[in-house]
């Protein structure tokens, strides 16, 4: 079976799909294994089937043998014609990865360091780098760590980490919180998944005989069942990395300065990781960074597979061309500032921009805060609820039944 060896001991299980020169890491978020990638695989190779490691090493071989032509623009065309490679795996703490015991064995760096390991282990010196919600955390500290592996940057879905990692309190929120927290089953857990992975909408859509609800329960609870519900060790190692991610303003300055286009992609109804810190990450990186927003919810990669794959692959062909990041951006000049404003109107707007900007990154924190607070005693409540059921029904006195005799 094809594992990579990582830091400590930590194995990492992966599968590559389809052949070319273009090269494609994925990588998967919380709680999600490679396969989560399927519409993405299926999108950008056109495979179904994995790869056997002696036909993908055959193909590695037949794609580095010179062509013979020498220009740049003639490789540059025939890079854009050739096939596409991916290679997805299993973050550690899920589906066929190691669990280490330890939180402190769960951050994104160590997570970044074994996507690291995985393309020194497939032999890649250089990707095409996306990564979903938690795997886009993963990406960022990855192209910190080595810049000059990355051709390209996707964020899926992404925030920052920290009180980032908030999904918006209301009424549906906690409903859902109150019921993750009490999954025990494949069944249970799924109507959850589908509950925050896509929009209303899209699962009332009928399909045939059927609402699309019920199609995706079926083959959620299949997937679970078959894979297994992640360990509690597992969960909380990669929550534990979530909460603590950050990327501190030179980090970004880095990302920025690499050489490489980014697309941010995210689904506008999106109660897990709200749209509004993808929009902030974005005007961080501009002009490299490009947003794409969809009508979708947190997996908006399977609710809109086509959109997604359709950026995806503007990002590779922009990159293989070398786009100049302004014509690359969503930010053009027009957007960035009146072009009939004076120098001294536009200092002016951006240092009120920047006061209101402050102010409200304050009372943000603030409310961060606050939240974490409900979402704690909320998880604690649960529990003492569940442990006070289990104490009632051992001291229940049993009924016995009286004889008629």
Known sequence: MPYCDSEKSV??????????????????????????????????????EANDDEAAEAAETAARTPSGNGSEGGEADEEAQDGIEVCCFDNRGMGRSSVPSNKSDYTTTLMAKDALALLDHIGWKKAHVFGHSMGGMIACKLTTIAPDRISSLALLNVTGGGFECFPRIDRQMLSLAFRFLRARTPEQRSVVDLETHYTKEYLDEQCGSCRRRDILYQEYVKNISSTGMQSSIGFEGQVNACWNHKMTSKELERIQSSGFLISIIHGRHDVIAQVDHARNLAEKLRPVARMVELHGAHLVSHERPDEVNQALRELITASIFKLKPEEWSCWSKGQTGDAGSSPTETQSSTSNNNWMTS??????NFLGKIQLSFLYFLGVFVMAYEHMRGILKIRKPARVATSDS
């Open 11 to 48: 194995r990492i299980f992966y599968r590559r799909y389809g052949h070319g020169s273009t090269k494609v890491l994925l990588i998967i978020g919380l709680a999600g294994t490679h396969e989560s990638w399927g519409p993405q695989i299926k999108g950008l190779t056109g495979a179904t």
């Open 359 to 364: 102010n409200v990154l304050t009372a943000y």
